[in-house]
T-cell receptor
């Protein structure tokens, strides 16, 4: 199942760096989710967006529905940002299920 | 209000045992989803409920897997005759309806020995 492609798969950054994670998808959708999962932890929804850009603290998410592409940016990265970031396509365009990307594992080094 | 809760958080089962995993969704959420997440992988859809109706069970990997939500709130995922390949984190999520934001529980980590 490759409806959602994320890059990079793994990312290591120094504290303070600007980080970009990319998501491309092949299914027509009306919205897209960015999720965060800490090691051993549950999944937290960061953004649900359908157009343009959303900002929450140091996190920024953008989406281009026509180009089927979304990006998640982290400004002034911090070690506590270390987690897996997952791009996901929600129902109903995907049927009843989410289509999840394989995730990007981010490690921010102090 | 409380978020989605799951119990137990950790379960170790011997191969061949039956297990039951519980999900308490956010009160009032109509939609409930179960996912399976193997180590190092993204979540994989198992099944979807709208209220008490199981509308989609296309992701259940075998007939050993069974899910129910008899009163449209709490849901139970049952795995019969567990196998080692069933070892994974089982995630539950709920939402107001199918198209709105899903809230995930902390998951149940199942280890089959």
């Amino acid at each position: 199942k490759n409806e959602v492609e994320q890059s990079p798969q793994n990312l290591t950054a120094q504290e303070g760096e600007f980080i970009t994670i990319n998501c491309s998808y092949s299914v027509g959708i009306s919205a897209l989710h960015w999720l965060q999962q800490h090691p051993g932890g549950g999944i937290v929804s960061l953004f649900m967006l359908s157009s343009g850009k959303k900002k929450h603290g140091r996190l920024i998410a953008t989406i281009n529905i026509q180009e089927k592409h979304s990006s998640l940016h982290i400004t002034a990265s911090h070690p506590r940002d270390s987690a897996v970031y997952i791009c996901a396509l929600p129902p109903p365009n995907t049927g009843n299920q989410f289509y999840f990307g394989t995730g990007t594992s981010l490690t921010v080094i102090p | 209000g409380a978020g989605v809760s799951q119990s137990p958080r950790y379960k170790v089962a011997k191969r061949g045992q039956d297990v039951a995993l519980r999900c308490d969704p956010i009160s009032g959420h109509v939609s409930l989803f179960w996912y399976q997440q193997a180590l190092g992988q993204g979540p994989e859809f198992l099944t979807y409920f709208q209220n008490e109706a199981q509308l989609d069970k296309s992701g259940l990997p075998s007939d050993r897997f069974f899910a129910e939500r008899p009163e449209g709130s709490v849901s139970t995922l049952k795995i019969q005759r567990t196998q080692q390949e069933d070892s994974a984190v089982y995630l539950c999520a709920s939402s107001r309806d199918r198209a709105t934001e899903q809230y995930f529980g902390p998951g149940t980590r199942l280890t089959v020995t």
